[in-house]
């Protein structure tokens, strides 16, 4: 089944020290985003690929970065993650033409 | 800017019982609008959706109508089952607002027995 994968689930990192997340599809979408979705929350989007322009949002912080080598996979770097950026990290992708957005299963990521 | 407001949860439902979860929105144009579900523990998954004026998504027994006369798209089922205990989040894709999602802040619905 084509489908969207994140690695790991679970990620635990240390304050400061730098982490990747990981996101791949077998869908060929043109459009791969991340989500950052705290407890409770609803899902924020920090920023989106169209094939290869990067398009951040206004409020996204610097702290955060994304790469996205090919059509398949997309990263999410923090390069000095704080207690604030616990939270689970959605990946999802779209066609250009068609606004469904399919989402992974989230990466939970916590900050000791 | 674009914005969807829903009901505040948690909602609690008997089994066979008739759902309903509120949402409207604002936005300028004419945006496309969804409800997604989350499971504990996992992404979400697109339940259903309306990209115009008196659209009707439906799926698995969940349906909600686009009604622009009053900005609201409200999910209904009509006889909720255990397995339908999540959490719901409407959201909108602006017509000028490329591909971001705006999502509720989402209601969790929990059915007993």
């Known amino acids: 089944d084509a489908m969207v994968i994140q690695n790991p689930r679970y990620q635990v990192t240390q304050f400061g020290k730098p982490v990747t997340l990981s996101c791949s599809q077998t869908l060929n979408h043109n459009v791969m985003y991340w989500y950052q979705q705290k407890s409770s929350q609803a899902p924020k989007l920090l920023f989106h690929y169209y094939d290869k322009d990067f398009n951040n949002e206004a409020d996204t912080p610097d702290n955060f970065q994304s790469r996205r080598p090919n059509t398949s996979f997309c990263f999410l770097d923090i390069r000095s993650p704080g207690l604030g950026d616990a939270a689970m990290y959605l990946c999802?992708?779209?066609?250009?033409?068609?606004?469904?957005?399919?989402f992974g299963p989230g990466t939970r990521l916590t900050v000791t | 800017g674009n914005s969807v407001t829903q009901m505040e949860g948690p909602v609690t439902l008997s089994e066979e019982a008739f759902l309903t979860i509120n949402c409207t929105y604002t936005?300028?144009?004419?945006?496309?609008l969804f409800w997604y579900v989350q499971y504990p523990g996992e992404g979400l998954q697109l339940l259903l959706k309306?990209?115009?004026?008196?659209d009707k998504g439906s799926n698995k027994g969940f349906e909600a109508t686009y009604r622009k006369e009053t900005t609201s798209f409200h999910l209904e089922k009509g006889s909720v089952q255990v397995s339908d205990s999540a959490v719901y989040f409407c959201a909108l894709m602006g017509s000028n607002s490329g591909y971001a999602l705006n999502f509720g802040k989402g209601t969790s619905l929990l059915v007993t027995p």
């Open positions: 309306a990209t115009k004026a008196d």
């Open positions: 936005a300028t144009g004419y945006p496309s």
């Open positions: 999802a992708t779209s066609r250009v033409d068609i606004y469904e957005q399919y």
